[in-house]
């Protein structure tokens, strides 16, 4: 059974562990030292919280003995003594700060970190999942599902990519303003990605829990208050709230998955509606059109149901093929052949998805989910089923699991 301190240890290390992970580290520059400190906290509060009790503050305590436990690594490392002075008076500067644990606040840092996991210097490949794993607290295990790759792939590279950011010195800072716009692109892609995770469910999906988007727009807000006139950074905070808007309508009562166009847009929340419009708009009058921008404005264009009461399908496929020429990925080739199957018919989406090479899309969920519709369409009953089989299996979510099932029987029905 389950105790009041574990349950108090794993809330903290839910909500706290990217805040606390980016304060030690920004202060040692060393990212596997801090995850390391902050582990061993934790296992000291499993320890001593069910005799002692739940303090008032629990990320406070977490902070000091982490801090503390960083401190004793330090010494017992072979380090130059200079070093070692370094990081003892830092985390000294800090306990200052610290003296009233109980009523103790630290900056929230987690944007530095941000921009020293995707810096130039560590490969590319890996900005998003390091950002994940040490900003927002993610498994290697769960990205390495994400980014279709192994466990142990995906944890090499980590410990790689942690490795040197502690050993060429990589700043914990925000980048001087005229070298942000270089930087700018990974950083958003990581923000987006955390986002990604979060709508998929993969934070907890089943109990509603929305951590990984609310700390991925939070990031997104931090970032706009640093470049407010960075079109890009609006047309990502302005997409994620357009998501965010629809997180209700999105189930059913009863938890049954609601595809977007099927939405109840009455249990869509008005007030991100507003703001994502007015972010939208205004990123629109630098005339400096990206990638997040177009995103944004193709939810912009079914947000706009919400008053209309109907789709303008020839306008995704208008901001599809821009979105395609910007930033040619899979998915937006996948959602480009659904809204053509919508605007022109199922045979020509159904030439755009064959088009594609078949070794990327082997294991992708969505494309396998639009197959099958773009085949029940055309009649292909036995090719439609067997393409929403694999889209089922492909699926680790039961509510659409079940949706999709749903489909399958229908179009079994049909050809029975």
């Known amino acids: 059974m389950t105790s009041d301190a574990e349950r108090a240890t794993e809330k903290v290390a839910r909500q706290s562990y990217g805040r606390l992970i980016a304060f030690l580290a920004a202060r040692s520059g060393d990212v596997p030292a801090a995850e390391d400190a902050l582990c061993d906290a934790l296992a000291a509060a499993l320890r001593t919280w069910p005799e002692r009790g739940i303090p008032d503050n629990p990320e406070a305590w977490l902070l000091t003995a982490a801090r503390r436990n960083l401190i004793q690594a330090a010494r017992h490392r072979n380090v130059r003594d200079n070093a070692r002075s370094m990081v003892t008076l830092a985390f000294e500067e800090a306990e200052e700060r610290m003296n009233d644990i109980e009523n103790a606040v630290f900056p929230d840092e987690r944007l530095k970190l941000l921009f020293a996991c995707t810096h130039p210097a560590i490969d590319k490949s890996v900005h998003t999942p390091l950002m994940l794993q040490t900003v927002l607290g993610i498994d290697a295990k769960t990205m390495a599902r994400a980014f279709v790759v192994s466990p142990e792939a995906m944890s090499q590279r980590l410990v790689r990519a942690k490795m040197k950011i502690r050993d060429a010195g990589i700043p914990f800072a925000v980048p001087e303003r005229h070298m942000l716009p270089e930087r700018l692109a990974g950083v958003l892609s990581a923000i987006y990605a955390a986002y990604g995770l ?134 937006a080739k996948i959602s480009h052949a659904a809204v053509i199957g919508r605007s022109e018919g199922a045979v020509p989406a159904l030439a755009l998805l064959d088009d594609l090479e078949q070794h990327a899309v082997g294991s992708y969920q969505p494309y396998w989910a639009v197959r099958a519709h773009l085949l029940s369409e055309l009649g292909e009953s036995d090719a439609g089923a067997e393409a929403y089989r694999i889209a089922i299996g492909l699926s680790d979510s039961p509510a659409v699991n079940s949706f999709l099932t749903g489909k399958l029987q229908a179009v079994i029905s049909r050809s029975a």
Request: glycine share 10%; net charge negative.
């Open 198 to 331: 979060g709508w998929d469910g993969l934070d907890g999906e089943e109990d509603g829990r929305t951590g990984l988007t609310g700390e991925a727009i939070w990031l997104g807000r931090v970032l706009m208050t640093i470049l407010p006139e960075e079109p890009e950074v609006m047309g990502l905070l302005s997409l994620m709230l357009y998501c965010e808007a629809r997180r209700s309508a999105r189930r059913s009562a009863d938890g049954a998955y609601i595809p977007l166009e099927e939405q109840d847009t009455g249990r869509w929340n008005e007030i991100m509606m507003a703001e994502a419009d007015t972010l939208l708009r205004k990123a629109g009058s630098f005339d400096r059109f990206g990638p997040f921008q177009c995103q944004a404005a193709i939810q912009s264009v079914h947000a706009t149901r919400r008053r209309t009461g109907i789709t303008d399908w020839r306008a995704l496929v208008t901001l599809y093929q821009a979105l395609i020429a910007m930033k040619p990925t899979l998915g």
